[in-house]
């Protein structure tokens, strides 16, 4: 099977990682990542205009992607660079407006930044656990974790309405926001809504809510290989250049035997991201990209614990950038599911 990008993909790919490589340094994203706005928000428009928002929604909607493959194109290069953008917001808010058929023309051009409010406190990923409700035209609840809120001009909300869960659109400036960074780069946000004015998107939105995660889950893994190639880059260019004894740390066979172990874990970790990108719309999308996010988790920490111990100290100092590399890697696993929730869902398929 020929698992080579598309020409289109490859040249996407490529003008991303280039303006990445270029504009968002590992230097500069260290700059902005870890205070407000938790991103560059000047460059935001220009990674519109490569085309990078247009990739995540398919023709019908205004884009030109919109597919498994699109997604993890984008966000491999994403996860190369290190980039804190609040990508992963947009595309699941994308993915809502696409299943509701709503204009999306202002969340694609970057001109207007949309975040998704599913997680409560309670229920950080469970959609049965939501107790933020709808009624008369209004939202009332709280909704935590909103990855990309900090900014968000726009919220769509995940809420009950009667015995179904709905879809509601919400402008920031109607409700409380409370924006804060998060521990790895990047911004999140509590919303708090009391009697927060809201238009309906989906009566019963519970499919499209699905998709969206299943989506925003592909993206993470996507960007999880992304970060452990450039990881494993950086950690081999130690091995040769580090000496101890006299020599290149790499020559001791002990660590060549870890570093090859870590490519076998990230080879499985790209495979099974294909899988999932090749089951995005079929019967069993759901259980493929729970299996994914389950291996992913545990051998994007695997990856970061053996890059870690094999530097040493200098791993964990802020100005180097593999510290930045292996925080990111570790805390994708508690985005939308960590490696235990994603687990329980495989073996719940099967049971049924």
């Not at 519109?48 to 205004?62: I, K, N, R, S, T």
């Not at 919400?170 to 919303?191: C, F, N, P, R």
Request: proline fraction near 2%.
């Amino acid at each position: 099977m020929d698992f080579s990008l598309t020409e289109d993909r490859r040249m996407l790919s490529d003008s991303l990682t280039r303006f990445l490589a270029d504009k968002y340094g590992v230097e500069h994203r260290i700059k902005v990542a870890y205070d407000a706005p938790f991103h560059d928000t000047a460059l935001w428009s220009d990674m519109a205009e490569l085309g990078v928002l247009y990739a995540l929604a398919p023709e019908e909607a205004g884009g030109f992607g919109g597919t498994g493959f699109d997604v993890t194109t984008v966000f491999d290069a994403l996860g190369k660079g290190l980039c804190p953008a609040p990508v992963l917001g947009t595309l699941m808010a994308s993915s809502l407006m696409t299943s509701a058929g709503a204009d999306q023309d202002s969340l694609l051009d970057g001109s207007q930044r949309y975040a998704v409010a599913m997680g409560e406190l309670d229920a950080p990923y469970d959609l049965d656990g939501i107790e933020t409700t709808f009624a008369g035209g209004k939202l009332s609840g709280r909704k935590s974790v909103v990855y990309g809120g900090n900014d968000a001009e726009v919220f769509l909300v995940a809420a009950k309405a009667g015995e179904t869960i709905g879809i509601y659109e919400v402008k920031a400036s109607d409700a409380q926001v409370t924006g804060y960074g998060l521990i790895d780069g990047g911004g999140a946000a509590e919303l708090f809504l009391d009697a927060t004015p809201a238009t309906e998107l989906i009566a019963d939105g519970r499919a499209a809510l699905e998709h969206a995660l299943d989506l925003g889950r592909l993206a993470l893994c996507a960007e999880a290989v992304g970060l452990m190639d450039a990881t494993n880059e950086i950690l081999l260019d130690y091995l040769r250049t580090r000496k101890q004894f006299g020599v290149p740390i790499g020559k001791f066979q002990a660590l060549q035997h870890r570093a090859v172990d870590l490519v076998t874990e990230i080879e499985q970790a790209r495979s099974i991201t294909i899988l999932a990108a090749s089951r995005i719309g079929e019967d069993d999308q759901a259980r493929i990209v729970a299996m994914a996010k389950n291996l992913i988790g545990r051998a994007a920490r695997l990856m970061s614990e053996e890059t870690i111990q094999m530097h040493g100290g200098i791993a964990l100092t802020w100005e180097t950038a593999v510290s930045h590399y292996t925080k990111r890697l570790v805390m994708i696993d508690a985005q939308l599911g960590d490696e235990d929730y994603q687990l329980e869902k495989v073996m719940a398929d099967y049971a049924a």
